[in-house]
């Protein structure tokens, strides 16, 4: 499946411009494919094999989860009508599941997704568990992440991305590489952008034998993140919330706790056997940093990051504003590159302005 901005490249501002996009994860190969419809030259740098990066572990529906800033609504809008259209493609992965959202009070107010969502309705009483007085029901897509991981980096190199595995040490050593540079390396732009605002937020999750469960529920609250999302051949029952904790080790009582909860909701998933279980970091920030600055090298730097527990949620609309990112930052070099000199040295450099954000 091809999702091609242009069939031309006559008005691409991205051709003969290459770009270095730092991270393997859903956001890094979502903003890949993206730079190449805009006629980038495209290198991606993965540290780790995907099976081990925390996308994917995630239970990856479409729900804005664990994640902060105004500009989410509009990226998770973008990104619904993306994974629907992938869902299309049986070798994506994606499916689109209907399900229950749990709310706690009856007169609750509506979850900020409801304004994104083409179509929703509020749950009858016969669909609701009988300890919670309300609940919404909608359609979402799910992406089943050991799938669709591998599904778009295979889009990406068929649209021409050149894929490698190996570690950046700093984004000086990127600048090097080419002119632009994106940051999607998730938790590990703690130290490429030495942003102490970017946090560990631990989860964690079962994954259980499906049956015939069709159903999605959610009913989160707080550091009770229950959800239970059935996918092709298995089913994900998650999960937690824990900021600050780092180890990857399992923990027995959260885990037991995760399943608790989704039998009070599902009985018959106490049945369930349990195929295997995993710990995952999300990285979470106040607000996802979705910015470009200029460096003092000239080199542009497009950063991507923060997005909690909403990476597949916001991964297509994010992907779009860094690719007009660096098409507005190839722009502006391209007019200072074939301006006069005098009028060049005029310019002021962008190091010395604001950082750049779309909308």
Request: glycine letters at 10%.
């Amino acid at each position: 499946m091809q999702h091609s901005a242009t069939t031309s490249t006559k008005h691409m501002p991205g051709v003969g411009a290459r770009v270095l996009v730092v991270g393997g994860g859903v956001s890094g190969l979502t903003c890949a494919s993206a730079l190449l419809e805009c006629g980038f030259e495209v290198l991606l740098l993965e540290k780790d094999d995907h099976a081990r990066i925390a996308s994917s572990v995630a239970a990856a529906i479409w729900h804005p989860f664990a994640v902060g800033g105004a500009r989410t609504d509009r990226w998770a809008a973008a990104t619904f009508a993306w994974l629907v259209d992938c869902a299309r493609d049986p070798a994506s992965g994606v499916l689109v599941r209907r399900g229950l959202e749990c709310l706690r009070e009856a007169e609750a107010p509506l979850p900020g997704w409801t304004a994104l969502h083409p179509a929703w309705r509020r749950a009858r009483a016969d669909e609701l568990p009988h300890d919670r007085p309300a609940g919404l029901v909608f359609d979402a897509p799910v992406a089943e992440m050991g799938v669709f991981l591998p599904w778009l980096r295979r889009q990406a190199e068929s649209r021409g991305a050149r894929i490698e595995r190996r570690a950046v040490a700093s984004l000086d050593e990127c600048a090097r590489e080419a002119g632009i540079v994106v940051n999607c390396a998730g938790l590990g732009a703690r130290e490429l952008a030495h942003d102490a605002g970017l946090e560990a937020w631990r989860g964690s999750v079962l994954r259980v034998e499906r049956g015939d469960l069709e159903s999605f529920v959610l009913d989160s609250h707080g550091a009770e993140a229950t959800y239970i999302v059935p996918r092709s051949r298995d089913c994900v029952l998650g999960g937690s919330v824990e900021p600050g904790r780092e180890s990857l080790e399992a923990d027995p009582a959260t885990l037991e706790a995760i399943r608790a909860r989704c039998v009070a909701r599902l009985p018959r998933l106490a049945e369930a056997r349990v195929l295997s279980h995993a710990t995952h970091l999300r990285p979470w920030r106040r607000e996802v940093r979705l910015e470009a600055e200029r460096r003092p090298d000239g080199t542009l730097v497009v950063h991507n990051y923060g997005h909690g527990g909403a990476g597949v949620t916001l991964a297509r609309g994010c992907a779009l504003d860094v690719a007009e990112l660096a098409t507005q930052g190839r722009v502006a070099q391209a007019l200072l590159h074939d301006a006069p000199l005098e009028a060049r040295r005029r310019t002021p450099t962008m190091d010395a302005q604001p950082a750049m954000r779309p909308g």
